[in-house]
């Protein structure tokens, strides 16, 4: 039976599991405190339940340890866990989530604390103020220098408008801030210093939601399968529902428009990087990984076997998303021929900068060969659809377009799934059903049409 010793207003309770291989007593602590205004006679009755309800969740799970804090079991899943299940990239985004989203909220409570209904808390906070307008400013906003803020915004993708404000020793959210650090090889607070504006809370949107629950639901799940808790609190909780708006996609028309808009772009490799998306339905962190060896002009082939991600200021090559995302992808002669003339403008670039360049070997480049950042593609293309009033769209958006197409064009959704690298065709119709409905209804109208007049 469990021990259970008063102490103050609270209760001492130990469980004992028997003896280990070494002959060490095993034992299970928690702390019991009743609630406010009971009898001490009524405070006992509820220390025993609970220290026998504490005793059943300990029989046979000798790792059993609810006194753990969140963040402990955070720093143990990050450091024991997951380098052996989840890529590099997947666990630097996964601790960023912790630490600007859930530990702020839960890190400080013991796992016998954090119910579902302290998870639903957590998520409708999130939803509703989780992204409180926090802005910094550069401690020293010479460091961007004359000169230096067209290379800088090529290498992290902000805007150079952007670029200037902070120069001008104005505000900056914390992701652009992060950019910059980044790129200048500094620590986030050495180069900036905090300006909180709470008066300007606005809420998470609900894709975000779900990025961290999944992520935060790994980690209990981890906890439950190696028997620190007896269940996982997140997977029961209800995410809220965000607005549903009306997301805007560019049909045949709008790539042609698009394509016909590039030359409007300054850099060859802006230009030519938004065509190699259109064209292949490639992820940007796939294009920005692509190397001239993995392309066959002759053939009219490339490979996929690379994305590239910022982690610590460094870019590094992964393998793709999935298994099947490491694919083959036949190109059309319009690509060919944009990319020769584009091999052409590199090697000539080469030859201009010397020994300043940077040979990786990539198809598309910074200003000195370096890789380029996807979210410089993603600016471009918003220059683009601004000046030409195309549909608001990301730059992953070009996939969706290149899915369309090919849905369109009749193309069965096996060679749509390898084509895009999904892992089962399934994924695929889940993901572009709408699209599929809109074309199930041509077929329907032209069967229609076809047969006028029979009847």
């Known amino acids: 039976m469990p021990s259970i010793e008063k102490r103050g207003n609270t209760y001492k309770i130990m469980v004992s599991l028997g003896y280990n291989t070494e002959g060490k007593q095993i034992r299970k602590y928690t702390t019991f405190k009743p609630p406010m205004n009971v009898t001490e006679g009524k405070a006992e009755k509820l220390a025993t339940a609970y220290a026998y309800e ?29 380098p052996h299940k989840l890529k590099e990239r997947t666990i630097y985004t996964n601790k960023n989530l912790m630490k600007n989203y859930v ?10 604390d954090i119910t579902t209904a302290r998870i639903d808390e957590m998520l409708n906070h999130l939803h509703k103020k989780g992204k409180s307008s926090r ?7 010479e460091m961007i220098c004359d000169g230096s803020k067209r290379p800088l915004s090529r290498k992290t993708g902000i805007t150079v408008n952007t670029l200037k404000a902070a120069a001008r020793g104005e505000h900056v959210s914390k992701k652009t801030a992060l950019k910059i650090a980044e790129a200048f090889g500094k620590k986030f607070n050495e180069m900036f210093v ?25 980690i209990f799940s981890t906890a439950v399968k190696k028997d620190i808790i007896i269940k996982n609190p997140v997977k029961h909780a209800t995410s809220p529902k965000g ?4 997301k805007e996609f560019l049909d045949a028309e709008g790539c042609k428009k698009l394509i016909s808009c590039l030359d409007e772009l300054q850099n060859p490799n802006a230009r030519v990087g938004l065509a190699i998306l259109i064209y292949t339905g490639m992820r940007s962190g796939e294009l920005c990984a692509l190397h001239w060896k993995d392309i066959d ?13 910022r982690s610590n200021g460094e870019y590094k090559l992964s393998t793709p998303k ?10 059309p002669k319009e690509l060919i021929e944009i990319l020769k003339e584009h091999k052409k403008w590199q090697d000539e670039r080469k030859k201009a900068l010397g020994s300043r360049w940077i040979e990786r070997g990539s198809v598309i480049t910074g200003t000195e060969g370096e890789y380029l950042n996807g979210g410089y593609l993603n600016a471009s293309l918003k220059k683009l659809i601004e000046k030409n009033e195309l549909p608001d769209i990301h730059v992953h958006d070009l996939r969706h377009a290149n899915a369309s197409l090919l849905i369109n064009a009749g193309v069965p959704v096996k060679f749509i799934s390898e084509h895009l690298g999904h892992s089962n065709t399934k994924t695929t119709e889940d993901i572009y059903a709408h699209v599929y409905s809109s074309t199930a ?11 006028e007049g029979v009847i």
């Open 54 to 82: 504490f005793e059943k969740k300990c029989m046979g799970m000798t790792n059993f340890n609810d006194n753990l804090r969140f963040s402990e079991l955070c720093s143990w899943y990050f450091e024991q866990i997951a």
């Open 103 to 112: 530990l702020p909220y839960i890190g400080h409570l013991k796992l016998k």
């Open 135 to 141: 802005y910094y400013v550069m401690r020293k906003p």
């Open 194 to 218: 905090e300006e909180a504006r709470p008066e300007e809370e606005r809420g998470i949107d609900s894709t975000s939601i779900a990025r961290i629950r999944t992520a935060t639901s790994a």
């Open 243 to 246: 607005e549903q708006k009306d």
């Open 297 to 309: 002009l002759k053939k009219g082939t490339l490979y996929v076997r690379y994305t590239l991600y």
């Open 322 to 331: 999935t298994r099947s995302s490491e694919r083959m992808i036949a190109i």
């Open 441 to 451: 209804e041509k077929v329907a109208s032209a069967i229609s049409d076809a047969l």
